[in-house]
């Protein structure tokens, strides 16, 4: 229980990213539909922003709402 972390990726420091970068995996981070595309890790560097799955860049309809995943009250964190 030190107060100094040691972040395995440093360029993501303080987010969730700082230590999990490496877990990332694409295929369930959908961002649009079509064209098929996923979110990067930068933007979802403090696990946020991923709640939704849009149907393509205009980001103007959501396809589908994700709200519980990776939130630190909801014991799967």
Known sequence: NSEVVNWPTPI???DCAGCH?????LGP???FETP???YTVDELRDCSGACHTY???SMT???KNRPSK???SDGGF
């Open 29 to 31: 981070h959908k961002k």
């Open 70 to 72: 990776h939130r630190i």
């Open 12 to 14: 993501y420091q303080p």
């Open 55 to 57: 149907a393509n860049p």
């Open 21 to 25: 970068a490496n877990d990332y995996k």
């Open 36 to 38: 098929a595309t996923t």
């Open 61 to 63: 309809t959501i396809t």
